[in-house]
């Protein structure tokens, strides 16, 4: 009887590479009404995880992720998917945060989230929903957790990031920020400057002196109108 000897070609690396890419296209054009499962879930969360740290996904796994779901990494939409999370810390997800902001979310894969992503940036529109997602940041963002306040570099990213496209007088305020004394922001500050956006007039008609705001904010103000009769002059 004639036996012919099969050969078994060799993969490369290359070729290894081009199939896990042709794997992640497929999941991403996956079905999305299919029932939301944990362990798909957790399996899909691992592919962003080091066997060194599998409970924890790092910057270099956010990036991936942010990749995957076609968003950057400083995209508003990240910081609302994080509040959905309740992730404590910024560029890292645990696996129980993971679990909670997906499950919420009913997603369990990349086309899943990116289904969604249009839902998290709508939530930004309610006031009450802006409100709780601003607060949140506070906390997020704070590098040193330890500290009660939020230095004024990632202070004047997330404001940016949050009221830029908001708040008329927010490049007033940035330049304020930039000219102060001020090197960290607390966190009465920070809910104070949301409040102040939203209800003084953007030519201050309405600001009250002898309000209760932030001494930060009162010199705002001071700056700001001192800056206007520099400009009339």
Request: aromatic share 12%; hydrophobic share 35%; net charge negative.
């Amino acid at each position: 009887m004639y036996h012919k000897t099969l050969t078994v070609p060799q993969i490369d690396n290359s070729t290894f590479v081009c199939w896990q890419h042709c794997v992640r296209r497929f999941s991403k054009t996956e079905d999305t009404s299919s029932p939301f499962n944990q362990k798909r879930c957790i399996t899909w969360f691992r592919e962003y995880t080091s066997p060194d740290d599998p409970d924890v996904l790092g910057p270099e796994g956010m990036e991936k992720f942010c990749e995957d779901i076609g968003v950057e990494p400083e995209n508003v939409v990240m910081l609302v998917l994080a509040w959905k999370m309740n992730a404590r810390q910024m560029g890292f997800f645990t696996q129980q945060e993971w679990l909670r902001g997906l499950m919420d979310l009913q997603c369990d894969s990349i086309s899943k989230v990116q289904s969604k992503l249009d839902y998290l940036r709508l939530l930004l529109n309610d006031q009450v929903t802006f409100k709780s997602i601003y607060r949140y940041a506070y906390d997020f963002a704070r590098q040193d957790k330890d500290q009660r306040s939020m230095d004024i570099e990632t202070a004047k990213a997330m404001l940016q990031l949050l009221l830029g496209k908001h708040w008329t007088l927010f490049g007033q305020f940035n330049n304020f920020l930039e000219r102060s004394k001020y090197k960290v922001i607390n966190k009465d500050q920070w809910c104070n400057i949301l409040e102040f956006s939203r209800t003084i007039a953007n030519d201050l008609s309405n600001y009250d002196v002898d309000g209760a705001w932030p001494v930060m904010l009162d010199e705002f103000v001071e700056w700001l109108k001192a800056s206007k009769d520099v400009r009339r002059s």
